[in-house]
Structures are given as structure tokens and as C-alpha cells.
């Protein structure tokens, strides 16, 4: 079973390199025609094709002569092969004419164009066609002509693309894992892939020292991070992680990783990236801590490997004595807050859990919709929004009449999107636009030849554009997973209660019994909001409601 999940998920990495591989161009020049012709009376092409196809229109072959070749097209002129038949039946044209006829109107050379139309012309005239048919049948195909499609390459990319599509539908945790897997250096596409991932409801494991490999893989309808897919980590360091634990089984703790490594492939700069993503959560919980150990597990890494390389053996000839395990060094725990924004720094965008979901109930009170459905909606011309997210990028340049003008990335829980800020808000707020800072926002959108363009009018930080607050609730956490306890008493223990603080009860379900046991937390287990960002990062924690 396992051998022929191995060849299914290769066989979805082929088909989905082949797919990417062989449409990227094309796609690209897809995505501009659509949004060069958006608007445009072209457009009415698709209403009209699908109309015909299901018999509510009729279609109109534009003369009798031409019956024959848009017929399986209903009438509408969509691809090359079919304005080169209109030519030779038409008006005489060679095969030879007929392809210079193709290139000019894909050029568009109005030179050209002029000669090719009044050749059109005479040709059909000679075939008994009038002038004025002949003209306006030459307009039409001229339109077509100018984003018309190979019908070979149609034929091509349909095919994969019902492929690909049977595979997304019918095995979408392995679609998900090779999709990743094939930009595993993109964390742009990983980012959107990891979205799609929670949309098809497929569950997206974070990166784990002892459950992920180097690569994106999925296993029980689940996919597993790939650890060479955190920045700069290097792949073949991971690689000798996953094959070390192959061989052996799962590292029991971090001075069993360290012994078993090698430290001349995995080094510090590595190992403060797994500890930053998490990945070591598994043997320490504390990733701070981890973190701050990364330079002592190298070199007891290191003194392992010269301890097994050594000739000398112990007193009696037998193995030499194991290395004596020291201490490691002590480090307090990062804040919620900076928890979230190392696994970024790390994985390259928010993966386990995001800065504005602790804010996630006072933004519905401010009637703040996620970004996502926003920006889906149809409405046509320019309306301004009011939006939040946290900034994530900011990329500054001078227009060319040498003002200041920056694009600000922001990410909420469903999306990321851009921001254009002009020189006069972006001097007015400069010093809030601080990457990692949670803000609301107010934005003009325009709809541009197809593209939306979000334009900054006004920004606050989030705690600031607050509603008045609210007298705290009780905050309900369900721990789904019992070996997460220490790790939920530790995380409310690091956030000291404040005024926000709310009664706190702890819902362990009992699965054997078939039931749930609700404990009441005493006074110093209060939750402040602080502390329910933390719990949402802890592998085992399922949902946290908050009841006023």
C-alpha cells in the first residue's frame, strides 16, 4: 500500500510539472488578453458560445459557405485553423496566403491589415459574395483573429487540465502535496496553495522533525510541510534528517537528534530555522529555547561525531563511552505574538495561526469582512473599503515626477493583498507602516482593465480603531489532544491576566466514553488575549470560543 502511494504521488508530481511546464506560457498570455480585451464587446463571445451550445440561440454561420467550418464551433470564429479555412473558402487564399493573413491580423499592422482586406475582398467578390458581406465577414474574423487559439494546443491543454481537475477532485490532499511540492522554493505559490488547501478542507500538518520529510508528501488524506521548503534550511539537509530517521525511527528528544546528525550538514543557521517553524515542538515546546540552543547543539553534535570517529575504545575493548549530556541552555518563551511572526519569518508566511484572529470577533463587530470576500465582489467602478490586516512588505519608489509612493502588502486569515500608498498618506503614515503591525484600513478599489487596485486613504493600528470594550466572557478552549496540556498551562502562565482577562474553562473530550469532561480554571488561569493567541498555535488545541 505504501509503495503504491509512493508511485500515485509521482505520478501527480509528473502530470502537475508537465501541466505547469507546458501552460505557463501560454497562461501568461491568456491572462493579458483577458484583461486587454476586459470590457470589450469580445467579451460576449462566451455568453453567446454556451447559449448555442445548449439551444437557446441559434447559430449564425455569418454565410452559407462557411456552414461547414464553424459548425462544431456553433458559429463562433475561436480558432486559427478556422480563419485560415475562411480565407481559402472564402476568398481563394493558398494555404501559404492564408498563414501571412493569420500573422498580420495577430500583428496587427494596419499596413498590413489594409492589403489583406482588400485581397479578402476581391477574392470573395470573384466567388459571387458581395462587397459589403465580404467586408463585414473580414471586420469580424479580424476581431477573432487577434486572440484566437491553436486548436491542437486547445486540444492539448484540455486535455491535462480535465486530468489535473479529476486529480484536485478525486485525491486532493496528493494534488495539494505535488503542487507544493513543484514550487517548494515559491513561498508566494505555497502561500496560495496552502489556502486552497484550508478552502478544500484538506488539513495542512505544520512542519515536524519527526513527521515531515524534505519534501511535500500526503498521507491519510492529510499533507505533511516539507521542511526544505522553510528558507534556508538547504534540502539536502533535510534530506539527511528524513533518511536518519528512516533508518532509526523518530528522535526521542534534542540531544538524540544531536547525536544522530551530522553537523557538517546541518548547521546552526538551520537549526534556528526548524526551531523558528516549529519543528521541533515535538521534543521541546519551547522554541525559544530551542532556538537559543542552536550553536550548543552543534557543537555537541560535533563532539558526538569526533567521540564515534575516535579508534579509541572503552577500558576493556569495548565501545567507547557515550558523550555525557549537559544541560541546555535556559531562554524565556517569545510572546504570541512573536511566535507567529518567527514561523513567518521561517515558513515565509503565516501557516498555524495568524496575528488577527484574536481580533477576529471585534472585527465582525466593525462589520470587517475577510479580505478574500471583498476582494470577489462583482460591484463595477470605484468604492472604498474598509479592511484589516497586518503589513507584511513594504516596497518604496519615487514615481516619475519624483514623488514617494510605496506598495504595502498586508495579510489577513484568508489572503494576502496589495496596497498602493501615494506620497501624501504614505508622509502622513510612514511610522505606523511597520511590517508585523495589525492594522485597519481604508482603501479605494478600481476596477482596471480586469485587475483590481486597492489605493490607501486612510490606516490605524488595530488596537486603536477598537470598539468600546466589552465585559470579558468566558472563554471556552477544547483540547483535542490530552499531551497538550503542559504546553496550554505553560502558554496561559507566560501571559500575565489584565483588565481583558476572562474565566476560563478547559473541554477535554472523552472518546472511548463518548463524552466531554469540563474543568473549571481557578483565578490565576484567567485568559487575556494574549494568552488566546498562544493557545492557538498549540498542536492539540481545537477551538477556542469566547462566550460574553
Known sequence: VGFAQDIFEHGVKIVRRFLTRFARDISRNVIHRARTIKGDKRDDNIPTYIARKAGEEAPDYLHPMLEDILRETYGVIIYQEQVM???QILSGYSLGEADLLRRAMGK????????????????????????AKAESIFELV??????GFNKSHAAAYAWIAYQTAYLKAHHPAAFIAASMSLDLGNTDKLAV???????????????????????????????????GALKNVGFEAMRHIEKERQKKGSFQDLFDFAERIDGRQVGRRSLEQLAKAGAFDALLDNRAEVFAAANFICRYSAACAEDRGSSQGGLFGGEAAPTP???????????????????????????????????????????????????????????????????RDVTNRRSKSGKPFAWITFSDPSCEFEVTAFSEVLDKHRDLLVPGTPMILSVTADDQSGALRLTLESVRVLKEGMAQKQTPGLMAVTVAELNALSAVRASIKACAPDDDAAPMHLILPLCEQDCEVVLALPQEFRASPSARGALQVINGVGAIDVVH
Open 325 to 391: 549530556r549537559p544541560k541546555l541552555p535556559s531562554a524565556g518563551s517569545w510572546k504570541p505574538a512573536e511566535v507567529l511572526e518567527q514561523e513567518r519569518s521561517a515558513v515565509g508566511y503565516y501557516l498555524t495561526g495568524h496575528p488577527l484572529s484574536v481580533y477576529r470577533q471585534e472585527l465582525e463587530r466593525q462589520n470587517i469582512a475577510p479580505a478574500s470576500e471583498l476582494l470577489e465582489e462583482d460591484d463595477v467602478g470605484s468604492r472604498v473599503l474598509l479592511m484589516a490586516g497586518v503589513v
Open 108 to 131: 496587427k499592422k494596419k499596413e498590413d491589415m489594409d492589403r489583406q482586406k482588400i485581397r479578402f475582398v476581391d477574392g470573395a467578390k470573384e466567388r459571387g459574395v458581395s462587397a
Open 85 to 87: 479555412q475562411i480565407a
Open 193 to 227: 496553495f496552502h489556502a486552497e488547501a484550508k478552502r478544500s478542507s484538506v488539513k495542512v500538518h505544520p512542519p515536524c522533525i519527526n513527521r515531515s520529510g524534505a519534501d511535500f508528501h500526503a498521507r491519510g488524506g492529510e499533507v505533511f510541510y516539507a521542511l
Open 142 to 147: 479580424a476581431k477573432f483573429a487577434g486572440y
